[in-house]
T-cell receptor, first 115, second 112 residues
């Protein structure tokens, strides 16, 4: 148990619908990352927060994607007008900036299937 | 731009065998390198993190090494067990803010 939780664990939706995922990091961690993993591939970085500030976004994060971390604790990732190509595992990770060993701890992921 | 490659893509060994998984990266200015394990349909479990100033890290039957000059890391698993069957991913901290860049993984199957 890494301490990072994600909800829901599974989501099936129809193309064109909006979906929102939640990530709760380890409580004292100030950095939070979102990654996306498709079948047979390694995770790909989407975006990252330090406290409540979104500091970096990948070019993979199209205009249909938005992420927030309003109080510097949990984060949400919303996908608007979902497409079949959005089907993937969405992983959240957290870390504590300033530690010599800045290990990222991952949650169990949210598996999205767009029909 | 940092790129991470893992060889082989898949590996099947009999129980008890010692094995080595390979990871190579293109940017020697890598900060840290982390090895993960992923079971089917699950999230990632961190195994070992090697800081850029270190050459290796050990945890139980696992030993990971880092050679920045050659752009390589290896994960050595001693006395493999069926419970070691999983996909092993290596990732380098390539971004300016610490995001991880992953390889595609090595799928390991340990046969009883």
């Amino acid at each position: 148990d890494t301490g990072v939780s994600q909800d829901p664990r599974h989501k099936i939706t129809k193309r064109g619908q909006n979906v929102t995922f939640r990530c709760d990091p380890i409580s004292e961690h100030n950095r939070l990352y979102w990654y996306r993993q498709t079948l047979g591939q390694g995770p790909e970085f989407l975006t990252y927060f330090q406290n409540e500030a979104q500091l970096e976004k990948s070019r993979l994060l199209s205009d249909r994607f938005s992420a927030e971390r309003p109080k510097g604790s949990f984060s949400t990732l919303e996908i608007q007008r979902t497409e079949q190509g959005d089907s993937a595992m969405y992983l959240c990770a957290s870390s504590l900036r300033g530690q010599i060993q800045e290990t990222q701890y991952f949650g169990p992921g949210t598996r999205l299937l767009v029909l | 731009k940092q790129e991470v490659t893992q060889i082989p893509a898949a590996l099947s060994v009999p129980e008890g065998e010692n094995l080595v998984l390979n990871c190579s990266f293109t940017d020697s200015a890598i900060y840290n390198l982390q090895w993960f394990r992923q079971d089917p349909g699950k999230g990632l479990t961190s195994l070992l993190l090697i800081q850029s100033s270190q050459r290796e890290q050990t945890s139980g039957r696992l030993n990971a090494s880092l050679d920045k000059s050659s752009g390589r890391s290896t994960l050595y698993i001693a006395a493999s067990q069926p419970g070691d069957s999983a996909t092993y991913l290596c990732a380098g901290y390539g971004g300016s803010q610490g995001n991880l860049i992953f390889g595609k993984g090595t799928k390991l199957s340990v046969k009883p």
